[in-house]
């Protein structure tokens, strides 16, 4: 069974820092691309942050400069350091994992983890 859990956010001020992490069991970890969406009230979900299995990253523009992403195959975690955070970035987290190779995909999604941020 595939697991994706989120921890790590909470209730912060503007300019404070959080950092979510995301333990995955059920899958060859290594093997696949993880992400880090976010979901707004009223709003569509979009994506923040995502690292390849070969370790190259993809940001938001929105965040750039302030979120990194990272991994820890040995432990089977995606990281999200999230500093300078502002009132904007205020939703829930999502943690995404993607395999696809030829023809075989696979994706899944964490259960997700709420960060306020106030101002």
């Known amino acids: 069974q595939v697991q994706l859990v989120e921890s790590g956010g909470g209730l912060v001020q503007s300019g404070g820092s959080l950092r979510l992490s995301c333990a995955a069991s059920?899958?060859?970890?290594?093997?696949?691309?993880m992400g880090w969406y976010r979901q707004a009230p009223g709003k569509q979900r979009e994506l923040v942050a995502e690292?390849?299995?070969?370790?190259?990253?993809n940001y938001a523009d929105s965040v750039k400069g302030r979120f990194t992403i990272s991994r820890d195959n040995a432990k089977n975690t995606v990281y999200l350091q999230m500093n300078t955070l502002k009132p904007e970035d205020t939703a829930v987290y999502y943690c995404h994992a993607k395999f696809a190779v030829v023809a075989v995909e696979a994706d899944y999604w964490g259960q997700g983890t709420q960060v306020t941020v106030s101002s």
């Open positions: 059920g899958i060859a970890f290594s093997f696949y691309a």
């Open positions: 690292i390849t299995s070969g370790g190259s990253t």
